[in-house]
T-cell receptor
Framework: EAQVTQNPRYLITVTGKKLTVTCSQN?????MSWYRQDPGLGLRQIYYSMNVEVTDKGDVPEGYKVSRKEKRNFPLILESPSPNQTSLYFC??????????????FGQGTRLTVV | DAKTTQPPSMDCAEGRAANLPCNHSTISGNEYVYWYRQIHSQGPQYIIH???NNETNEMASLIITEDRKSSTLILPHATLRDTAVYYC???????????????FGGGTRVLVKP
């Protein structure tokens, strides 16, 4: 089954404690991306990757890091989480780009709370 | 990308067709119209997309006006599980960095009632 898998689904952590949210897709997609969703602000892109070792900032990259060492995996790293990073996070993938006549697949989300 | 305008909410009776409008009056010739939905904090789900012609798949139909300035997503027989926020997105199909994201607006919150 084609899918994007995020882990963990729920996470409560303390300020400053480094964490990683994993994302994996089984569709051999080139494009992957991370979004965060906050009430009243909608879905905003954090980082994206167009292929292995190719990543770039989205609209709200501050406080986040990503890596793309393998095509299937695109982890989101919070080196020093702060309460304003409390949010619902989604990973997405697409074969050739998110607007290029093709559909995007989204993970089920990770609800992160930073206290 | 062209801006889209959708009604903030609408109700629909179970078993009836749900017609969701979207205005995109500034759309350009090479921009696709995409529809996604999000069911209660789950990941957005792709529904359908089109460029000029009407499209149909197992989930829905997409009707695009001849001037392409508006479109309608039709859920032919709405069920309670179709209750969700529906997003209309207009996007140019570009290669490389320009094709890197979908921009989600406020969407239409659809409530299917028994």
């Amino acid at each position: 089954e084609a899918q994007v898998t995020q882990n963990p689904r729920y996470l409560i952590t303390v300020t400053g404690k480094k964490l990683t949210v994993t994302c994996s897709q089984n569709m051999n997609h080139e494009y992957m991306s991370w979004y965060r969703q906050d009430p009243g602000l909608g879905l905003r892109q954090i980082y994206y990757s167009m292929n292995v070792e190719v990543t770039d900032k989205g609209d709200v990259p501050e406080g986040y890091k990503v890596s793309r060492k393998e095509k299937r995996n695109f982890p989101l790293i919070l080196e020093s989480p702060s309460p304003n990073q409390t949010s619902l996070y989604f990973c997405a993938s697409s074969l050739k780009g998110f607007g290029r006549n093709t559909e995007a697949f989204f993970g089920q989300g990770t609800r992160l709370t930073v206290v | 990308d062209a801006k889209t305008t959708q009604p903030p909410s609408m109700d629909c009776a179970e078993g009836r067709a749900a017609n969701l409008p979207c205005n995109h009056s500034t759309i350009s010739g090479n921009e696709y119209v995409y529809w996604y939905r999000q069911i209660h904090s789950q990941g957005p789900q792709y529904i359908i997309h089109g460029l000029k012609n009407n499209e149909t798949n197992e989930m829905a139909s997409l009707i695009i006006t001849e001037d392409r300035k508006s479109s309608t997503l039709i859920l032919p027989h709405a069920t309670l599980r179709d209750t969700a926020v529906y997003y209309c997105i207009v996007r140019v199909g570009l290669f490389g960095a320009a094709g890197n994201k979908l921009t989600f607006g406020g969407g239409t919150r659809v409530l299917v009632k028994p």
